[in-house]
């Protein structure tokens, strides 16, 4: 298939592992169980964004930027893999962070603070409403500021999903895995897996776990997410148009919203770090996974079934909710 290239820098490394979590498949008396860890890209403790990051920020360069805004949660793993890829790339870079500033300086918060980004507490305005203010504050200070959209989620980012597809084609030779399984927020990790799914010609079912009540726009997540694939495929050159109905977002399991620990999530995170020795994180894959662990008992997922668990990383927001958690 002939699909338009773009430049991507360096920030992680890949291939990311393929394990299998044979522990929690026999506890579970369920399914094969894999993991891909994407919560081992490299970079910074590792997650999904490492990979959009690499296309985004090349991008960042391409056009002579000096400065990054982005914005996210006040845990966002989003915002600090961007601000270590700054780091990396020499560029400045601006986090917008819903809320106020807590009291106490934890987890990903923390490591923002390391790699040097200038936090910007933003209250209300949780999802980067507030970027335009500070694009132009940095502009008339003369820089030269780039954008990197909530969770890294435009055409670029996706496309880092298709190549995580065709990365997961080579190195997996013997297994068809009946269903693909993750975390779903921002909607381009499942937008980019979707159109690696059409080129590669995978035959799973890709189940996105729906992790928040709330969608970042006017528009619902799955019209998004849609939106999202047909652009990208425009962007690529691929004649394709996917309809938001063709989507599986699983929204069982959004349980008190984003970040609202539940028994759901505390057992998903203890089953799989005492089986396997694997961290989750309590907002997003622990989220998915408890969706899992679900699906295989209520018997929608069964023995027959290969599932793939794709590990999108966050682990450092644990040390954050230690409360929650203890
Ligand atoms: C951002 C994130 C997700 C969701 O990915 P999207 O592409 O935003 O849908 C899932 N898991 C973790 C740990 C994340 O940080």
């Not at 807590?102 to 209300?124: A, R």
């Not at 990197?148 to 895995?177: C, H, K, M, R, W």
């Not at 799914?197 to 928040?212: A, P, R, V």
Request: one cysteine or more; proline letters at 3%; a negative charge.
């Amino acid at each position: 298939m002939n699909i338009k290239h773009f430049e991507k820098t360096s920030l992680g490394f890949f291939p990311t592992p393929l394990v299998e979590l044979s522990n929690l498949s026999h506890f579970l008396d369920g399914p094969q169980i894999f993991m891909k860890r994407d919560d081992l890209t490299g970079l910074a403790l590792g997650g999904n964004k490492t990979r959009k990051l690499e296309y985004i920020l090349a991008d960042a360069l391409q056009q002579g930027c000096d400065t990054i805004i982005t914005a996210g949660a006040a845990q966002s793993n989003h915002c600090r893999q961007t601000a270590a890829a700054a780091a990396k790339l020499n560029l400045e870079c601006h986090l917008l962070l819903g809320g106020e500033a807590p009291t106490e300086t934890q987890g990903n918060l923390l490591l923002d603070q390391l790699f040097g980004s200038h936090i910007h507490w933003t209250g209300s305005n949780r999802k980067g409403q507030d970027i335009p203010r500070i694009f132009s504050q940095l502009q008339a200070e003369g820089k030269k500021p780039y954008i990197v959209p909530y969770g890294g989620s435009n055409e670029l980012g996706a496309l880092s999903f298709i190549d995580a597809v065709a990365e997961l084609q080579q190195q997996n030779t013997d297994v068809e895995f009946s269903h693909v399984i993750f975390a779903s927020s921002s909607g381009g990790t499942h937008a980019g897996l979707i159109l690696g799914k059409e080129i590669y010609k995978q035959t799973f079912d890709l189940i996105g776990i729906n992790i928040d009540k709330e969608a970042n726009s006017d528009l619902p997540f799955e019209q998004q997410i849609a939106q999202l694939v047909n652009t990208t495929a425009e962007k690529i050159g691929l004649d394709y148009q996917f309809q938001p109905h063709q989507l599986i977002l699983n929204a069982d399991y959004v349980g008190g919203g984003y970040g609202v620990i539940g028994q759901q999530e505390k057992e998903a995170i203890s089953l799989t770090a005492k089986h396997e020795g694997i961290l989750l994180d309590p907002v997003y894959t622990a989220r998915a996974m408890s969706g899992l662990i679900d699906l295989v008992r209520s018997g929608k997922l069964t023995k027959n079934d290969k599932v793939l668990f794709w590990h999108t990383g966050g682990a450092p927001s644990l040390f954050a909710y230690a409360q929650a958690l203890d």
